[in-house]
C-alpha cells in the first residue's frame, strides 16, 4: 500500500509537470501592420504584360508610425465562397522607396512584411499571373483581362478595411476599362470608400464592346 500511495504521488507530480506548461501558454497576439496612409494601385496590362499572361500591380502609401508594413491578401472572394489562396499569384515582388529597395519577408502564406526602415514613402510592386478562368480570380488572353480586387490589392493587417483607396489603370491605347468602381476624375482612375467596395468589383480591361440598357 505504501508503494501504491508513492506511485500515486509520482504520478500526480509528473501531470503536475506535464500540464504547468500547457497552463502557462498565451494567445499568441495578432500580426498588426504598421499605420499606413494614402494607398494607391496601379494596375498596367497592354499588349507587353498580356504576352506573358500577366498584370503589373504597383501599390503606394505612406507609413505612418513605427514597426514593418503587414501586407496580405484575401483567401476568398465575395460571390465565390471557397478558399482560393490567391497570392499564389504574386511573382517579382519588390519593394522600394525613392528607388531604394527595402528589406522584405514572407510572414505566412498570403502577408508579406516590409521594413521600412525610416521611410515615409513605399512603394511595393509585384506581376500578377493572370491564367486562371473562374469569376473568382485572374485570367488574360492576347487583347483582354479580367480580375478581381482580392486578387491584386493588398491591405494592411490587422488596421480593419475602413480605409480609401485609388485605382489607376494602363492599358494600350484604344483598350477599354470597364468596372463598378467610382471614377475619380482622372482618366482611368476610380476610388472607393473602404476595402470592401474596393476588392468587390472587377475589372475588365482591353478589347471588347459596350452596350447599354435602360431598366424601368
Not at 500515486?8 to 498565451?26: D, E, K, N, S
Not at 499571373?129 to 490587422?158: H, I, K, Q
Request: glycine fraction near 6%; include cysteine.
Amino acid at each position: 500500500m505504501r508503494f501504491a500511495h508513492t506511485t500515486r504521488r509520482l504520478l500526480a507530480g509528473a501531470l503536475v509537470c506535464l500540464c504547468a506548461p500547457l497552463h502557462a501558454q498565451t494567445t499568441p497576439p495578432a500580426p498588426r501592420s504598421a499605420p499606413v496612409t494614402d494607398l494607391s494601385y496601379t494596375v498596367r496590362f497592354d499588349s507587353t504584360t498580356a504576352a506573358t499572361r500577366s498584370i503589373t500591380v504597383e501599390l503606394r502609401f505612406d507609413v505612418a508610425g513605427p514597426g514593418p508594413v503587414l501586407l496580405s491578401l484575401p483567401a476568398w472572394t465575395p460571390g465565390s465562397y471557397e478558399i482560393n489562396n490567391f497570392a499564389r499569384g504574386i511573382v517579382n515582388f519588390t519593394a522600394t522607396t525613392s528607388g531604394r529597395p527595402l528589406r522584405w519577408d514572407k510572414l505566412d502564406f498570403d502577408t508579406w512584411r516590409v521594413v521600412p526602415a525610416g521611410a515615409q514613402t513605399v512603394t511595393v510592386g509585384f506581376d500578377y499571373v493572370a491564367d486562371t478562368l473562374d469569376n473568382a480570380m485572374a485570367w488574360s488572353r492576347p487583347d483582354f483581362a479580367f480580375f478581381n480586387g482580392t486578387n491584386l490589392f493588398f491591405y494592411p493587417e490587422g488596421r480593419g478595411f475602413d480605409f480609401p483607396a485609388t485605382v489607376s489603370v494602363q492599358t494600350q491605347p484604344g483598350w477599354l476599362v470597364a468596372t463598378g468602381m467610382r471614377p475619380a476624375g482622372a482618366a482611368l482612375t476610380y476610388t472607393e470608400r473602404n476595402y470592401h467596395d474596393l476588392v468587390d468589383k472587377p475589372f475588365f480591361v482591353g478589347r471588347f464592346d459596350l452596350d447599354s440598357a435602360v431598366v424601368s
